[in-house]
């Protein structure tokens, strides 16, 4: 099953807008990720925050994490029509040291 | 960080032929992952190739299947077998950073079953 789930599945904006998503998941992890996928391609990794850690900034991007209620945010600030792609967080498990991703985030910025 | 090249990038299949896809790393790696991305679906591991070893393939996915070929540090192949149409997906290879777990993919190869 899916370790971590987004949301929304969709989310429209227009330019110039913040982009939150969030994510979700269910067991012990070694740290969290947020990939990004342009229509179907290859997936290129944004940020990674640890689980000892609370927030972390790169960019445009802020993502938050919260191991008490096992949730994680990802914030696009001041969005571009280039940022239209999907978002997915994938989790590192303390178990099996294998990377789980979630379903995704279909982010879509109106010029 | 890694450069992977993979080909093809796409390819347009008969039902019940096969489809070898191959993966090829710019550095030396000892794991190499293979995962599947069915339409508007998430990636989904299919196995992890070890140089010099038979690959570890994970649940719902068998070795008659998907055999995989790892013959040196820097080259892996995903033979995708009998295809049907449900196989019809993205299959993305990719490797990771030993210190971080952080992966770095291929572009992918778009399989459509006919």
């Known amino acids: 099953s899916q370790q971590g789930e987004e949301d929304p599945q969709a989310l429209s904006i227009q330019e110039g807008e913040n982009a939150t998503m969030n994510c979700s998941y269910k067991?012990?992890?070694?740290?969290l990720q947020w990939y990004r996928q342009n229509s179907g391609r290859g997936l290129v990794h944004l940020i990674l925050i640890r689980s000892n850690e609370r927030e972390k900034h790169s960019g445009r991007l802020r993502v938050t994490l919260d191991t008490s209620k096992k949730s994680s945010s990802l914030l696009i600030t001041a969005s571009r029509a280039a940022d239209t792609a999907s978002y997915f967080c994938a989790t590192l498990q303390r178990s099996n040291y294998k990377l789980t991703f979630g379903k995704g985030t279909l982010l879509t910025v109106n010029p | 960080s890694a450069v992977i090249s993979q080909k093809p990038s796409r390819d347009i299949c008969q039902r019940g032929t096969s489809l070898t896809i191959q993966c090829q790393v710019d550095s030396q790696v000892t794991m190499m992952f293979w995962y599947r991305q069915q339409p508007g679906q998430s990636l989904t591991l299919i196995a992890t190739a070890n140089q010099g070893s038979e690959a570890t393939y994970e649940s719902g996915f068998v070795i008659d299947k998907f055999p995989i070929s790892r013959p040196n540090l820097t080259f892996s192949t995903l033979t995708v077998s009998n295809m049907s149409p449900e196989d019809s997906s993205i299959y993305l290879c990719s490797v990771d950073s030993v210190d971080t777990g952080e992966l770095f993919f291929g572009e992918g190869s778009r399989l459509t079953v006919l």
């Open positions: 067991t012990s992890i070694n740290n």
